[in-house]
Nanobody, 125 residues
Framework: VQLQASGGGVVQPGGSLRLSCSASGSLWAYSAISWFRQAPGKEREGVSCISSIDGKTYYGDSVKGRFTISRHRVQDTVYLDMNNLKPEDTAVYYC???????????????????WGRGTQVTVSS
């Protein structure tokens, strides 16, 4: 399975973007789909993830209340709606898939089986 993230771009502070994660195969093959991000000079950070088992969602502390992860069953796509964006949200965003559905472990690298290509998000005035 190959994952592809899309929807990145340049947005002003306070703006919004929607990222999409799709796969060459079925996302349902994995128990959790996650979003990570990596800014220049910083470690990769777990942003959000959603369990395919029970639909539970998890968020990193820095994005709680601003980002929302969701999954469209028919389109087999996972979305990340990002609101009230801040300059510190600037990073390359990656979607990933793994087998840790049902726990917040999906926010961590070790739970990932497949990484997708990233999409650049830049928040700047």
């Amino acid at each position: 399975v190959q994952l592809q993230a899309s929807g990145g771009g340049v947005v002003q502070p306070g703006g919004s973007l929607r990222l999409s994660c799709s796969a060459s195969g079925s996302l349902w093959a994995y128990s959790a789909i996650s979003w990570f991000r990596q800014a220049p000079g910083k470690e990769r950070e777990g942003v959000s993830c959603i369990s395919s088992i029970d639909g539970k969602t998890y968020y990193g502390d820095s994005v709680k209340g601003r980002f929302t992860i969701s999954r469209h069953r028919v389109q087999d796509t996972v979305y990340l709606d990002m609101n009230n964006l801040k300059p510190e949200d600037t990073a390359v965003y990656y979607c990933a898939a793994g087998g840790s559905g049902g726990s917040s472990n999906c926010l961590y690298d070790y739970a990932v089986d497949v990484w997708g290509r990233g999409t650049q998000v830049t928040v700047s005035s």
